[in-house]
């Protein structure tokens, strides 16, 4: 495991999503290992429980379920105890890469909700705490999608997209707090994400163009040192960011 070994999160407390398997896993263990308290939230209880297993060194604590859901944040700020520093939404699904012509209502919606809705609902919860205390980090996980056209279907596209909004919104509103909101913009990175081609159009017009334009696919852990960065006091004087780790994806 990679951290920079200075302590960074020390006596601190920070919850993160989707931390049972990819950039969420490794982002909590990033923070724990940098002496956080982390509070992780997964809808699989059993990758959560795996999580805490294989880490017993680590002060882990998990809330399984699904985080857009009130009732599965009411547990995770449960869990925190009060004390929210850090909040790294990375929760996040596929789309099944379906066109604005092809995308189902059932898709569109649960894309939105998890994406989307549960970043809102989250956030909403933990700002008042941080307001309260003068100081706190949020960073949400956007996507190439939510720079481009051509790296998703509709839905995800959209909803990336979205993500980048409130992002900067979340940052104009509450910086004065001392609340700083920054987003990171992965291209393509090892996860279990199902990221299958489920239209022909779209295999046939973005297959080509990701063939020859997407970088090698990243470690999860890369991503995670990213996210841990904007969230540690090392960018103090960054808020309203899109931080892009995505192999130079951005720049072609």
Known sequence: MSTNGTGRFAGKTAIVTGAGSGIGKATALRLASEGARVVGSDISAERLTALVEENPELDIVTVAGDVSSEETIAAVLEAAGGRVDALANIAGIMDGFLPAAEVDDATWDRVFTVNVTAIMRLSRAVLPLMVAAGSGAIVNVSSEAGLRGSAAGAAYTASKHAVIGLTKSTSVFYAPNGVRTNAVAPGGVLTNVDGAFKSQLAGERLGPL????????????????????????????????????DGGWSAI
């Open 210 to 245: 990701m063939q020859v334009n997407v970088p090698p696919v990243a470690e999860p852990e890369k991503l995670a040192a990213a996210i841990t960065w904007l969230l540690s006091d090392d960018s103090a004087n960054i808020s309203g960011v899109v931080l892009a780790s």
